[in-house]
C-alpha cells in the first residue's frame, strides 16, 4: 500500500485545515485507516482511525469534538477535518493503514503496517 498524505499547512489558532491520505496499490475496504502525529522533540502519537466500512471511528481524548475522520471509498481517501486548531496540534501528521481487520479501529502503531511520509501542520498563536 502507498499512502499519500497532502493537506498540510500554516493556520492561525481558531482555524481549520483538512488533511487528505491518497491510498494506492490494495483494495481500500481491506483495511482500516488512522492517523498520527509527531511533534518536534516527542514520540509519534494516535489521533483518530476509522473502521474500512467508516462505520466506526475512533479519537483520542485531545482532538475529540474538533477532529472528524472520514473515508471515501469510491475515492480511496481518507480525510481528517481539523477545526478550532490549537497551537499545540502543530505536528506532522501521518496516515497509516491496518490490515488486521480489527472490529474496532486501533490506536496502538505497531498495529499499522503502512505509513505515509507526513504532512507538516503549523498553528501559529
Known amino acids: 500500500v502507498q499512502l499519500v498524505e497532502s493537506g498540510g499547512g500554516l493556520v492561525q489558532a481558531g482555524g481549520s485545515l483538512r488533511l487528505s491520505c491518497a491510498a494506492s496499490?490494495?483494495?481500500?475496504?481491506?483495511?482500516?485507516s488512522a492517523w498520527f502525529r509527531q511533534a518536534p522533540g516527542k514520540e509519534r502519537d494516535f489521533v483518530a482511525a476509522?473502521?474500512?466500512?467508516?462505520?466506526?471511528?475512533n479519537y483520542a481524548g485531545s482532538v475529540k469534538g474538533r477532529f472528524t475522520i472520514s473515508r471515501d471509498n469510491t475515492k480511496n481517501t481518507v480525510y481528517l477535518q481539523m477545526n478550532s486548531l490549537k497551537p499545540e496540534d502543530t505536528a506532522v501528521y501521518y496516515c497509516a493503514a491496518d490490515f488486521g481487520r480489527a472490529y474496532y479501529p486501533r490506536s496502538f502503531q505497531g498495529d499499522y503496517e503502512a505509513w505515509g511520509q507526513g504532512t507538516q501542520v503549523t498553528v501559529s498563536s
Open positions: 476509522i473502521s474500512w466500512s467508516g462505520s466506526t471511528t
Open positions: 496499490g490494495r483494495p481500500f475496504t481491506t483495511y482500516s
